[in-house]
Every structure is written in structure tokens, then in C-alpha cells.
């Protein structure tokens, strides 16, 4: 049995350290394609990055429901630490939560499982936190949309690879949709619903 | 005790985290106004208790905060919010535009350009702009849904209609990303198109009515309009009386009870920037000086 004191510990100074990768995540979903970094580290579960881990103790708690893809929900680790540090409760049903983490973008399910909000309420929608192998590596994507001034270009290595083929949906539903926060170790990225490819190459 | 009897800016971190996320989705989807759990705040409503909390959510210790009322630095409510946030985070407050990286404001836009590193947070007394032609919010909310605005245009058209021109001088109905029409709080019409690709991120708080909303840097925001009756932003036909400048938008201050008045900028730090740089206007005082002991024969 795992005992607290065996658990990877959370941000040393709470406020602070929630603030400053707060204000990262910020930028990063203001300036679409932008590659911001989380400074503040804190220990993090085997599977979860040390972004991830940031990201999770800044913004959930009790009243934002997790969806954990396989990998993560089978580890111990990972729910545990998610339960001692933020006491989110993790669901089955994706179709209800505020933030869902995937380690493996391979095995990412369907877009339309998770929330997705109603026309009333679209920000009643899940944020889909994907771990990815390199945010500055990779092939380059061409972004358009609020926040970016002209076109951004992103050069990162994602899985699944039609990611952003996927996230079309988010031009049909608007303002319905889908917010994505790409990590890579402690790099991240956000493509908020309104953001668009316009091109790739290799 | 020494010990502060309240956290970092105020805020307790669960009530930040809801805030911090609420901000999230309302930079996700531009003008869309995000309900949250607005908190009693040591303040009254209406004094900015929707901005306070935004600011309170985003502010870190390396941050330069400035606050203005009506374009003015110097106001009660102004000081009194800079000096909260000198108090409950330690933070370095600025009067100067440029060297802010947060910028609280009520129903002004600086006229110094803003730039990227920069975050302007207005304070929001109703976020609704539908809300004085259709009061039920669940009308409202599902007007926005379907994005059905006639009834807006209906309202500028009865301006025009009556007063042959569009009267509304505040907030001014704006159309943010195509999609959502926004209230930008009362700001004069003036300050409508800086809000567009405007390069610093755009966050708006209320908190009696509980709602955050924002504007992503680099996002169109249009002013609702006709064809034949396009947006004209509004300025007094005068020059500023102390540092004379002709584009700067402009308070009417009542100077006797004689009719005598005298228009001066609203941005107090962009005034005294430009009289600091020599320019001087119709009214500006001559540097005070001590006046000599009167001598007996001049």
C-alpha cells in the first residue's frame, strides 16, 4: 500500500507556483500555437509529465470531474497522486468532464465522447490535456485564429497523428467544441476551439 | 501576529482555481460571457468587484499592476484597488502605461498603444448586452446560442430613427470573431476600436452579475453598424486644455457656475506624459512657483 509519504510531492509553494503555471497556460491558450513553459516543478507520477502534473494541481479540484486514459487510470500512482494533491473525482463517463488526460494520443477515443457543451452553455465543455513527444521538433503545422497575429507555425511530434484533422469538428460546432493543451515534458501549447490549420508540412 | 490573515492576493486558491478555468473558457470562445461563483468581495458591487477578482486570479508577484477609473490614476476607486493589491500581494504598481503588465480598468481604454506582455481587465457593472431589450436571462442565453442580434440592430436603428444618427455613446455594442456580440463595458464609443487586434489579452470581469468574458489578442471585434450609417467613434471638437493633443479622448470639466468649462484628456498619464514632453495647452498652469514677497513698489 502506497502511504502519502510515498507519494511524488505537490507544488512546494502552492499559491505561487499555481499562479505562474497558471499564467503559462494562459498565454498559451491567448496565443494559440505559441509554446509556453511551466517553470514551478512539483514531483509527478510515473506516465504523468512534469506540465501535466503542474497543470493538474493549478486547476483541478472537487469540482472538476477527470477522465484518465488507460494507461493512466491503470496506474496506481497516477489516481492516487490525483486523489491526495487535487481530490478531483475520476469518472468513467467522458461525456461529463471538465479535463481529460491522455498519455498515450494513439489511443485517443472519439472527439465526440467527451463534453462538448451545449449552444447555451459551451463553456461546459472538456479540456483535453494530450501529452506528446516534442513540442519544437517534428513537423510544422500552420495555425490561424484569435490570439495568433497572421499565422503561427508549430513544429511538433503528436499522436494521433490526424489530430487536428479531428479537431475540424470544432468548425462545425462552434461555439460548441473542443480546448486541447498539448504537453511535452514542460513545454505546452493550447489549441483553443477557434483555432484552424491551414497547412502542413512535413 | 504577524502572520497575514489572508492569502496572496486575496483569494483562496479554490477560489482562484474556479476563476483561473472560467478565464480558460472564455478565451476559448471570444465574447462568450462564462458564468462563475462570484465572491464577496471587501468592496461594494460596483465598485469593481468583477475586475478585482480577475486581477486577483492572474496577478503574480513579478507583475506591475496598474489601475485607472475613467482614464485617471488618481480616483478613489482607482487607488483604493491599486493599494488592495499593494497590500494583499506585495505587487509594484505603476501609474505608467507601458510599464504595467496588468491593467485594471474602469470604462477606459489607455491611449498609449498597448503591447503584447500586457493584460487589461475591466471592470463590468452588466455583461449582458441584450439584457436592457430582453430581460430573462434564458431569452437572452438562447438569442446568443442561435446568435440572433436583429433585435440589437433594431435598437440601433430606432436611434437613428429618432435622433437621425446612432446615439449610443457607450457601451457600444461590438461583434467579437464573427460570432458573439459583446458589451465591452461602459467605455466610451472611442475606445471601440482599440479593442480590435489589439495586441494584449482582453479580460472582463462582473461580479454582481457573475460573469467573465474575453477578447484574445489579434481578434476582430467590429462595431455594430449600417452601411449607410458606419460606426463613428466620438470625441469633443477640441483640444486637450493642458497638453493640447488632438486625437486623446477628452473630459468636460465644469470650471464656474457661469458656463465656463475646459475639456481635458481622461487619460491622466498619457496627459501628463505629453506636457512632461513640453507640449502645452490653452489652460496648463505656468510651473508653480513661490510668490515673491510683495514688493512695495512692483
Redesign the interface.
Known sequence: MTTIAELPPGFVD???S???T??S??DA???PGSVQRIVPTSGAPHVMMRGTAAIAL????H??PLWLDARMSESTDVTKWLKFHTGAPVVQDSSIV?FALISEGGALPSLERFALG??????R?T?LILQVESLHSGRSFELRG?????VATLKASIKPFDLFERLRINEAL??R?I?VVLVADDAVVAV???TRVVSKGS | MNAPAY???YLD??T???I???????????G?Q??FASREMPMPYGWGTGGVQVTA?????QDVLKVIDQGSDDTTNAISIRKFFAKTAGVATTTATEDATVIQTRHRIPETSLHANQVLVYQVPIPEPLRFLEPRETET??M???AEYGLMHVKLYEDIARFGHIATAYAYPVKV?A??VMDPSPTPKFDNPKMDNC?A?QLFGAGREKRIY???????VVSLDFEDHPFEPYRFNAPCALCAAENSYLDEIVTDDKGGRMFVCSDTDYCEGRQAAGHHGSLSAAPYKEKAQEAPNG
Open positions: 502552492k499559491v505561487l499555481a499562479q505562474s497558471f499564467r497556460v494562459m491558450m491567448a496565443r493549478t486547476l483541478f479540484d469540482d472538476t471538465s451545449t449552444s447555451e452553455y459551451p463553456d465543455s479540456t484569435p490570439g495568433i497575429d497572421g462552434f461555439p467544441g480546448d483553443p476551439r477557434t | 492569502n496572496f492576493a486558491e479554490q482562484k482555481r474556479m483561473r478555468r472560467a478565464i480558460l473558457k472564455a478565451i476559448a470562445i471570444p462568450y462564462v458564468p486570479a492572474i496577478l503574480g508577484p442565453r438562447r446568443h446560442a442561435l470573431n460570432r458573439y495586441p489579452l474575453a477578447i484574445p489578442p489579434y481578434t476582430q
